[in-house]
């Protein structure tokens, strides 16, 4: 396998690709090669809805999914 050197990639996104690989699971290797390819395996917009519901992985809880309410604000009428 191939050497990837990340020293060039911007501390933020270096960041955010630890930080996903905690949460899969996975090393930093391991996570950004299931990322490369999810992208590489995408194919036109000729995909059907169910296609490209059926392509994304299968990760995460559905409560890491839930909207937060606490940002309303009260209205009066």
């Known amino acids: 396998m191939a050497s990837i050197n990340l020293d060039d990639l911007s501390k933020d996104n270096c960041d955010r690709l630890k930080?996903?690989?905690?949460?899969?699971?996975?090393?930093?290797?391991?996570?950004?090669?299931?990322?490369?390819?999810?992208?590489?395996?995408?194919?036109?917009?000729?995909?059907?809805?169910?296609?490209?519901?059926?392509?994304?992985?299968?990760?995460?809880?559905d409560e890491d999914f839930n909207r937060v309410r606490d940002n309303y604000r009260e209205i009066s009428l």
Do not use: C, W, Y
Request: no cysteine; hydrophobic share 40%; net charge negative.
């Open 19 to 61: 930080q996903r690989a905690a949460i899969h699971g996975q090393s930093l290797e391991s996570e950004l090669d299931s990322i490369l390819t999810i992208v590489f395996e995408q194919k036109t917009a000729d995909n059907s809805l169910k296609e490209l519901l059926l392509a994304m992985p299968d990760v995460g809880e």
